[in-house]
């Protein structure tokens, strides 16, 4: 799998003191300061937070609100590049104890590509973490930030180690995607615990806990299909541990940390190297003439990376985390984020404009739907403004995948709507969620 490092060293990086769900970070620097590559540049202010450093050597230029991916404008610190690529001193740590490895996460600025800082997953207030997981099943290995495979394979498990260690959870996995040939042969056969490791493929009713038996072992790798979408935290959870997530908690609550490879290989960069997460391996989509992946610094406009990625064609739209449940972009200014995932870029021809037309009930949204949603009905209520009936028929279970929009030969533009009625559900209902967990009867049931 071929991937590169962005050559083109931005001009200026626009560095958001806010990369995650939780508080702004404080500044640290100011206009005019120099600072180096790895420096720390907000500073956390609460445990519900994660540090930023800076990706470039350079003055900072200014400390405002700047355009970011997600929509909005968020405090930044826009610094401007010198010549010079030095570095701080990286300080690899030795032996770290499970509480240094909470203080590496949130100093390192390590952060879960949906928002929430690592540490705040592995260690969550008030909550006891019994099995942490590794969901590898949205990525391949990523020949940007390892040698091989093999590599990938040992660094990853080797990072769930410290995963497991900082959560005082039993057990730990990698669950990996079916059909990526390559991750699971590059697991097959690595030693855990003084065996010879086998991945497991998540069959039938067979759950994370039937390998944990079956292999004697309390770190086994498993495989499954692909599951995409926005909100899959529960899903997948359920799926893989067969424990099932109430609505409106999240796996923490049933004891489940799930951390992605990006976080743990950010942590294991941390440990092992003593480097601060500042850069980050992004997919490329459209018709782009460079690698799918690309290794690039936390900061950089997504402009330069367009530049360096000759796109033939007239660029219509430019799609931040994937076309199905991603954000259009208004402007080629904002900066990759920790939370940046892939850049999908279509041509003016390729922008659907599609009017929608009248539901004509197929029913192919229903087969579609991976949670067994009614999507259809969902649809029609969302947009009548139904949003109690929509409740009641458990909108908050979607996904978000997509799926029904993709698959509707009418073009109706069912995500979007079920999205309306589920913001103004929560907007509406401050205690919907508390509610309807309690209607819906689907609370922890542990067991795996
Ligand atoms: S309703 Fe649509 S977006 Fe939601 S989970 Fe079902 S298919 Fe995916
Ligand atoms: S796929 Fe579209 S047309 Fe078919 S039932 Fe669903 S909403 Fe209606």
């Known amino acids: 799998m071929e991937s ?65 991916p997600d929509g909005n404008k968020v405090l930044s610190v826009i610094i401007k590049t010198t010549d010079s690529q030095e570095t701080v001193a990286f300080v690899p740590k030795k032996n770290p104890s499970s509480e240094d490895l909470l203080a590496i996460m949130q100093d390192a600025g390590i952060v879960e590509h949906y928002g929430a800082p690592t540490h705040t997953v592995i ?66 056969g690595v030693q855990v615990n003084g065996k010879a490791l086998k991945v497991a493929p998540l069959l039938g009713t067979r759950r994370l806990g039937h390998y944990f038996k079956d292999q004697g072992s309390n770190i086994i790798v498993a495989s499954q299909e ?7 935290l529960s899903f997948f959870t359920h799926n893989v541990t067969g424990r099932k997530v109430p609505v409106g908690c999240n ?35 459209g018709d782009v003439d460079c690698p ?18 000759n796109f033939n064609g007239e660029i219509g739209k430019i ?28 041509t003016k021809e390729q922008v659907l404009r599609d009017e929608s037309l009248a539901c004509i009930h197929c029913a192919r949204c229903v087969d579609a739907c991976p949670v067994s949603l009614l999507p259809t009905r969902l649809a029609v209520m969302a947009n009548q403004g139904r949003f109690d ?13 997509g799926r029904c929009s ?18 103004a559900i929560d907007n509406a209902y401050e205690d919907a969620v508390q509610k309807e967990s309690s209607n819906l009867k689907v609370g922890c049931c542990g067991g795996e």
């Not at 799609?319 to 984020?337: F, S």
């Not at 993709?406 to 999205?419: D, E, G, M, T, V």
């Open 292 to 309: 799918k992946f690309m290794l690039v610094r936390i900061g950089t406009p997504f402009k330069d990376i367009i530049e360096e990625c």
């Open 319 to 346: 799609i931040a985390n994937g076309v199905i449940t991603g954000v259009a972009q208004y402007t080629d200014e904002v900066p990759v984020t920790k939370g940046t995932t892939r850049i999908t870029l279509l």
């Open 4 to 68: 590169k490092r962005l050559k083109k060293i931005p001009e200026q990086v626009v560095i958001p003191l806010k990369q995650h769900r939780g508080t702004v970070c404080k500044p640290l620097v100011k206009k005019g300061d120099q600072v180096l590559i790895g420096q720390k540049i907000g500073e956390s202010v609460s445990y519900n937070s994660s540090d930023v450093h800076s990706s470039i050597c350079g003055e900072v230029v200014a400390i405002e609100d700047a355009p970011n």
């Open 123 to 188: 260690r969550p207030e008030g909550k006891k973490i019994d099995l942490v997981l590794i969901n590898a099943t949205a990525s391949e290995w990523i020949g940007g930030k390892y040698a091989t495979p093999k590599e990938y394979a040992t660094q990853m498990l080797d990072a769930l180690k410290l995963l497991i260690k900082a959560s005082g959870a039993a057990k730990g996995a990698v669950v990996l995607r079916k059909d990526d040939k390559e991750s699971i042969e590059a697991f097959e």
């Open 226 to 232: 692909r599951i995409y979408g926005k909100n899959i």
């Open 406 to 423: 993709f698959a509707c030969p009418s073009k109706i533009h069912i995500l979007q709507l079920i999205r309306y009625a589920k913001s």
């Open 251 to 285: 796996p923490t609550d049933v004891g489940v940390a799930v951390c992605g490879v990006k976080s743990a290989k950010a942590l294991y960069d941390a440990v092992h190297e003593g480097k601060p997460y500042y850069e980050t391996v992004i997919t490329l989509e």
């Open 389 to 401: 009936e929509c409740r009641q028929m458990h909108i908050h279970f979607c996904i978000e995948c």
